[in-house]
T-cell receptor, first 108, second 114 residues
Framework: EDKVVQSPLSLVVHEGDTVTLNCSYE??????LLWYKQEKKAPTFLFML????IEKKSGRLSSILDKKELFSILNITATQTGDSAIYLC????????FGPGTSLSVIP | EAQVTQNPRYLITVTGKKLTVTCSQN?????MSWYRQDPGLGLRQIYY???????DKGDVPEGYKVSRKEKRNFPLILESPSPNQTSLYFC?????????????FGPGTRLTVL
């Protein structure tokens, strides 16, 4: 059965901390690894990763994929309260499979 | 403005009463998809469509129907809703494929089945 696992499921940090969110997958078909951020509304796109070892960056966020070990990480440096959200990891081939999400709370 | 719209945004209904949730996008996207989101389970894909008249099952298609007669519209049909279909539903679209292009999500429809 295809599955995407995220850890931790929930995380509370202080502003300025650096966090690492983990995503591992076990799927029959794979083309890309997706990261989305969900605040109190619809998910918004963060990253799409297709190649191993190539880091993608957007401001304080970065992500990397390891296709051999079947996992990805999302790093957020110097966290801010605006980073508080659910972070969703998923895999895509034609079908999309998401994990349960990591709920991040950043407190002042 | 480029967007994905869903209607209704909130719906309370009773078991067995057929309902349709509409989804429309104005970006000329080929790929459209429906997800449901439940606490602790993340987003689960119900159905997706690669193009007009082409639809495929996602992970949780039971109890749902879809159709793609026009490129812009992708309605979700619950022929006989049951309480376990109470959920938050999102429609999404992407230009070509979900694994090559960003998915844009609609605002969500909160459905309660009594």
């Amino acid at each position: 059965e295809d599955k995407v696992v995220q850890s931790p499921l929930s995380l509370v940090v202080h502003e300025g901390d650096t966090v690492t969110l983990n995503c591992s997958y076990e799927v029959t078909n794979f083309r890309s690894l997706l990261w989305y951020k969900q605040e109190k509304k619809a998910p918004t796109f963060l990253f799409m990763l297709t190649s191993s070892g190539i880091e993608k960056k957007s401001g304080r966020l970065s992500s990397i994929l390891d296709k051999k070990e079947l996992f990805s990480i999302l790093n957020i440096t110097a966290t801010q309260t605006g980073d508080s959200a659910i972070y969703l990891c998923g895999t895509s081939y034609d079908k999309v499979i998401f994990g349960p999400g990591t709920s991040l709370s950043v407190i002042p | 403005e480029a967007q994905v719209t869903q209607n209704p945004r909130y719906l309370i209904t009773v078991t067995g009463k057929k309902l349709t949730v509409t989804c429309s996008q104005n970006m000329n996207h080929e790929y459209m998809s429906w997800y449901r989101q439940d606490p602790g389970l993340g987003l689960r894909q119900i159905y997706y469509s690669m193009n007009v008249e082409v639809t495929d099952k996602g992970d949780v298609p039971e109890g749902y129907k879809v159709s793609r007669k026009e490129k812009r519209n992708f309605p979700l049909i619950l022929e006989s809703p049951s309480p376990n279909q109470t959920s938050l539903y999102f429609c999404a679209s992407s230009f070509y494929r979900a694994d090559t292009d960003t998915q844009y999500f609609g605002p969500g429809t909160r459905l309660t089945v009594l």
